[in-house]
């Protein structure tokens, strides 16, 4: 299989949620790291993601004549109350989210049970740091095609284990993202990136064929942006 060396997270934020970066700013440093696509998702509910999908679509606009970068643009659906998450994606969708992620049940925040499940049965690319997801809502990941988030931020990261084992169990895609809300939190390099799910667990032999499952997820969006 062809490795693959260029990172491609799918899971960063900017100063529309509660990054620190201006949009142009995390996508130039992303570039200086060897990115090859980042998606930029900020956190959104019902009152904003109309408001941070019409502003990060400028900044994606802006960047598009750049040959060693692709930007997508999306939104991580955060602390949405599971029976609301199905339609607010179809909302985003709408309004021209290319990655819908949602914000899984971590161990370090409150999120409500049942968002795991909610979130892959409604059909979203990315079930970001899923926590301890259970074999019911990994399997259903398995059979929609939702990947689930190994994770490089802090706190976040503390059950990429359970994630890789229960991915691996039900043949589950995987995504490798930074979640980056500050400059320390990208990807300092392809090795890196490579390694995390390694280091969780990962049977080496496997990795290219995530990266790969990744690669062919992210230049879907793309093709089908220049379809449109």
């Known amino acids: 299989m062809e490795r693959l060396e260029k990172i491609i997270d799918l899971h960063s934020h900017t100063f529309f949620s509660d990054g620190e970066l201006l949009p142009s700013e995390l996508i130039q440093r992303a570039r200086k790291k060897g990115y090859g696509i980042i998606g930029l998702t900020d956190h959104a509910d019902y009152s904003n993601y109309e408001f941070i ?46 990655i819908v992620v949602v914000h899984g049940e971590t161990i370090v925040e409150p999120v409500e049970k049942g968002t795991n499940e909610a979130a892959v049965k409604s059909g979203v ?86 990266l790969q499952k990744i690669r062919e997820l992210a230049l879907k969006k793309i093709q089908k942006r220049t379809l449109s």
Not at 65 to 74: K, P, S
């Open 53 to 98: 999908l019409e502003n990060l679509m400028k900044v994606r606009d802006d960047f598009s004549f750049y040959n060693d970068i692709f930007v997508l643009i999306g939104v991580e659906l955060t602390h949405v109350p599971p029976r609301k998450i199905e339609s607010l994606t179809l909302k985003c969708r709408e309004k021209g989210a290319e």
């Open 125 to 210: 690319d990315i079930l970001a740091h899923p926590g301890f997801i259970d074999d019911q809502t990994a399997q259903k990941a398995s059979e929609n095609g939702v990947f689930l988030e190994i994770s490089y931020r802090k706190g976040h990261s503390l059950t990429n284990g359970h994630v890789v084992k229960m991915a691996q169990k039900h043949n589950a895609l995987i995504s490798i993202d930074s979640d980056a809300h500050s400059p320390s939190d990208i990807f300092p390099d392809f090795q890196t990136y490579r390694s995390i799910p390694i280091a969780a667990g990962l049977d080496e032999s496997k990795i290219d064929f995530y």
